[in-house]
Nanobody, 120 residues
Framework: QVQLVDSGGGLVQTGGSLRSTCSASGYTFTINDMAWHRQAPGKQRELVASVTTGSSTNYAVSVKSRFAISRDRYRNTIYLQMNRLKPEDTDVYYC??????????????WGQGTQVTVSS
């Protein structure tokens, strides 16, 4: 099993920056891809950014060039640097990890989520 703990987030004005951190513990050697998702009440969860074990990254169109995901494999930690934030970025942000030992692809572990609020 893997445990994910999200931290960071917060309240910021439009155009500001925030940084979120996700630390993994437990059977971390089973983790493949990691990612950040976000979800607002009543809406579907959206993939924001993902990073592979080789540090290749992928971003949602809405955040590309503003957000940056990075991974420290030695510390089993990923980061999400959020710049030039907009009110529509307001959501709960969740860290996720894929277990490479499972037969089904997808994200098997989730953090508890952190609130990001961008005021206009």
């Amino acid at each position: 099993q893997v445990q994910l703990v999200d931290s960071g987030g917060g309240l910021v004005q439009t155009g500001g920056s925030l940084r979120s951190t996700c630390s993994a513990s437990g059977y971390t050697f089973t983790i493949n891809d990691m990612a950040w998702h976000r979800q607002a009440p009543g809406k579907q969860r959206e993939l924001v950014a993902s990073v592979t074990t080789g540090s290749s990254t992928n971003y949602a169109v809405s955040v590309k060039s503003r957000f940056a995901i990075s991974r420290d494999r030695y510390r089993n930690t990923i980061y999400l640097q959020m710049n030039r934030l907009k009110p529509e970025d307001t959501d709960v942000y969740y860290c996720a990890a894929e277990d490479g030992t499972r037969w089904n692809r997808g994200y098997h572990y989730w953090g508890q989520g952190t609130q990001v609020t961008v005021s206009s």
